[in-house]
Every structure is written in C-alpha cells, then in structure tokens.
C-alpha cells in the first residue's frame, strides 16, 4: 500500500559547472520516495518566475506531487551554485532571500500534513523566521502516527544550537552524517567519544526512535536503542555527491514505513544512496525505466 511521504522545505536550481539541475533536499527526496513506489509529495515555494515555471514543469515531468508547491510573486526561486572537488564531494553557495524563505501556512497544507505517513523536513529551509514557524505548525498538525524525519542539513551559517534541538524534539527519525555528528555534540556541550555513543546520546535525549549516521563512501551507522547496524557502503565510480543523501534518506524511510529490519533498511538506502552518486545530478532517470536495473548494476 502506498503512503504518502512529505518533502517539506526548499525547491531550488543547482547550478553545476557543466550543467544546471533541480534539486533541494526535499524534492530530492521525494523523487527516490516516489521511485521506490510510495507517494512522493512536494510542500515546497517556488517563485513566479520562468525558473520556478520550470522547476513546477520538471517535478511534474518527473511524476512528482506538486499540487502543494505554492508560488510568490515577490521572490525569487531558489537558486545554488554548486562547486565541486576533484571526487566529486559538492560545495555550496545558497542564494538568498528566496521563495522558499516564505512558506505561508495555508487550510492546504494543514490537510496535507492532516493525511501524510511521513513528512522529511530539514534545518536549511528554517534559516527564516516565517519559514521556520509554517514549519513547526505543520509538524504539529501532523497526526500522532505521522513518522516525522529530521535531515539535518547544516548549509554555511543557516543553522543554531536552538533550531537543532526544537527539530530534534519533534522528529521520531534523525539523520546527519559523520561530520555534522561531532558539531551537533559541540553545540550541545557534550563529548563526542565516537559514532555509537553520540547517536545514543541524542536518541536518549530527544526519545527518538531511530538515528541514522552517514559516513559518505564507507557507508553507514543505524541505531535504535540497544540495536545498531553497520554497512560498509557500495564500491561505486562517483559522478557527483549532490542528492545522494537525500536518496539515502527516501531509501531508508521507505523501508522504515514498511517494517523492515534495520539491515534491511541500511542495505537499501545505501544502495539508492550510491546509485545516485554514480550518476550526474539529484534527480536521474533510472536505466531502461525500472530502479531496479539500476541498483541491480550497483550490486
């Protein structure tokens, strides 16, 4: 059965040095969602410009859910320069103000936070007070049973030890990888002694019920109470790291809602994780149409 899986924040372009793609991490996410075979919704702000008619054009194309990307007349769309290093790891220059600095809390989406299964949200789309606030409304209008995801997405200087922890309380799932880990633990003024300990720290702190940790090329850290899980990662030929978190994300949430175990759920979401890595942009068309071949080819 379907669920209805939520990418709450940022729409954006990212410009590359060859080329210029559509991303933002929850769009990201709810492309792999839908390509796993849930239901990816985009709640997101574009402006009405020919970028954001663009961008509304492409997440349609792409079989995405845009009835709840609302649009300004005032701001721009989001725009990032993208640079990358020589293994293909992305740096980032977000614009700023945008579109999605203005979410507007709307009778919609209350009714779609009201129905969703899960809603992934992140610290980058709250570096403005008025996005921050229709944020946390939508988290609380959200049902009890809703799954809440906190990516953690710690972007140049859009973030604070407080944005972190009021997200941290609200989520039932967070995921960072390794080196935003010690920074979070810094900002809360406890030790980082290693990976397992630090995931505890939080999961015990802010009762979550599952803390996943990636570590780029060497895979990943689940851990959920006492249980942890640990995958090496795939062996892959990187074209670009942009979105392959975000595809780790939509990986492991839609095993998460379908019940599998953690090794299940680790070994999927770095195999769609890695697939996106090998291949260029956030958002690629899998081979002869089906995931499967594609992380068939991964494997």
Not at 53 to 75: F, K, P, S, Y
Not at 223 to 231: I, L, P
Not at 243 to 265: N, Q, R, V
Request: charged share 25%; hydrophobic share 40%.
């Amino acid at each position: 059965m379907k669920k209805k899986v939520v990418g709450l924040g940022e729409v954006l372009w990212d410009h590359l040095p060859e080329r210029t793609c559509l991303g933002g991490a929850p769009a990201n996410f709810a492309y792999i969602t839908t390509l796993m075979g849930d239901e990816g919704i985009v709640a997101s702000r574009v402006g009405e410009d020919s970028p954001g008619l663009e961008a509304l054009r492409r997440m349609e194309e792409l079989g995405l859910n845009i009835d709840h990307v609302q649009t300004d007349r005032q701001r721009s769309t989001g725009s990032v320069k993208v640079e990358l290093d020589g293994n293909g790891l992305a740096r980032f220059e977000i614009a700023h103000p945008v579109a999605w600095d203005a979410f507007a809390w709307t009778p919609d989406w209350q009714h779609l936070a009201e129905k969703a299964d899960a809603v992934c949200f992140g610290s980058l789309a709250q570096r403005s007070e008025e996005s921050r606030a229709t944020i946390l409304k939508f988290l609380k209008a959200a049902s009890p049973g809703t799954t809440r995801i906190f990516d953690v997405n710690l972007r140049q200087f859009y973030y604070s030890q407080e944005v972190l922890a009021e997200s941290m309380k609200r989520a039932d799932i967070v995921k960072l990888n390794d080196e935003e880990l010690p920074k979070i633990m810094s900002l809360h003024k406890a030790p980082h002694k290693d990976e397992f300990s630090s995931a505890q720290w939080l999961a015990q702190t802010y009762d979550l019920k599952l803390v996943c940790v990636t570590r780029g090329a060497r895979g990943s850290l689940l851990v959920r109470g006492n249980e942890s899980s640990q995958h090496p990662g795939f062996r892959i030929r990187v074209a670009d790291t942009v979105g392959s978190g975000d595809a780790f994300t939509a990986g492991l949430i839609h095993e998460y809602l379908h019940g599998a175990s953690l090794d299940l759920m680790n070994e999927v979401a770095n195999l769609v994780g890695a697939w996106v890595a090998s291949e260029v942009g956030a958002m690629p068309s899998p081979k002869r149409g089906a995931l499967e071949h594609s992380l068939a080819e991964i494997r």
